[in-house]
């Protein structure tokens, strides 16, 4: 069952006088309990698309055009702030991939746990001080009485980190959104994040949207993969297809880019190139100018959504009979 659908979601930014799509024509389900990971380089559309499920687009900058967020049968792309306000936080989450800027210098934890408690009228005021204990010590951070009492400065990245992560899930949400929930951190601190992660899929049963660059983490995390590419979808299937038989040119470069693999004269695998300027008009595939399997209709047109199989979706030429 889906509890979030996301139907031909386009957001716009406004550069230069110029309306330009960071989100083009983007669809998606999620499922109750399922951790959908997203990936993609940077300026693929990734943040953009989990902040424009939040509606925590820049104001007068970012906006989104056309297209459906369908939660809780209701499109919450129509809802106003006031109204979305009861839902961000408490039903649906966010948990940003910057800790340090997340979170305001001048108050303590203990205030800005409360503060989502509060909003939301989760619990009475003489039982919040109990429900932030509570939440600390289940993301195995000792002694929380005296923790609260501390500012962001005063804290490691990694703790900041399982704070971001305790405001994103006191409210039990049904979604939670991870962007980079592990970025700057050192090996050893990820590894125990992405373990709070699973156990709080558990403890709260909840479903996760899963941002990142690193394509261990979406092996360990995901169920299923959706690739970005210039604000649009390219491919998606279940992370275990995305690993072992990847389709799209884009997939593959991203997947022969770890470190672990090497090219004929030992050095790292790399895709060639950068992402095109969105601001920058393209006809045909996104991709053309740096794909070594291209055709010559790729530039003309953009591929149309391709089923491999009744779970693997692609937009690319090479799988599309002309």
């Known amino acids: 069952m889906s509890i979030l659908e996301v139907k031909n ?19 998606f389900q999620l499922k109750s309990g399922e951790v959908l990971g997203i990936i993609g380089e940077s300026g693929s559309g990734k943040s953009v698309t989990a902040l424009s499920i939040m509606n925590l687009l820049p104001k007068y900058k970012g906006k989104i055009e056309s297209g459906s967020i369908i939660f809780n049968n209701k499109d919450i792309t129509k809802l ?37 408690l509060i909003t939301h009228n989760i619990c009475s005021k003489k ?18 009485k005296e923790f609260m009492k501390k ?44 373990n709070l992660l699973k156990k709080i899929i558990k403890d709260i049963d909840t479903s996760i949207i899963l941002i990142s660059h690193d394509l261990g983490v979406i092996a360990e995390m995901a169920t299923k993969v959706l690739v970005m590419y210039r604000g649009k979808i390219v491919e998606s299937c279940p992370v275990l297809e995305f690993f072992d038989n990847p389709k799209h040119p884009y997939s593959k470069g991203l997947i022969n ?56 979706n692609l937009k690319c030429w090479l799988y599309k009979t002309i």
């Open 9 to 27: 979601l386009k957001t716009s930014f406004e550069i230069n006088n110029e309306k330009v799509l960071a989100v083009n024509d983007v669809s």
């Open 80 to 116: 106003n702030d006031k109204e979305m306000c009861k839902i961000r936080g408490k039903d649906i989450s966010i948990i940003f991939q910057e800790p340090m800027t997340a979170l305001n210098p001048i108050l303590t934890i203990e205030k800005q746990i409360g503060e989502i």
């Open 127 to 144: 039982n919040i001080y109990n429900k932030i204990k509570d939440v600390l010590l289940s993301l195995k951070i000792p002694n929380p």
């Open 151 to 194: 500012y962001p400065f005063q804290i490691s990245g990694g703790m900041l980190q399982r704070v971001v992560i305790a405001i994103a899930i006191i409210c039990n949400p049904k979604i939670i959104i991870a962007d980079e929930p592990t970025t700057a951190l050192d090996v050893t601190t990820q590894a125990e994040i992405l």
């Open 257 to 312: 880019s770890r470190p672990n693999n090497f090219n004929t004269n030992n050095r790292f695998n790399s895709i060639k190139g950068m992402v095109p300027n969105i601001s920058k008009k393209i006809n045909g595939c996104d991709f053309y100018n740096r794909c070594d399997e291209k055709k010559d209709i790729c530039l003309k047109e953009f591929p149309p959504n391709t089923n491999i199989k009744s779970n693997h």
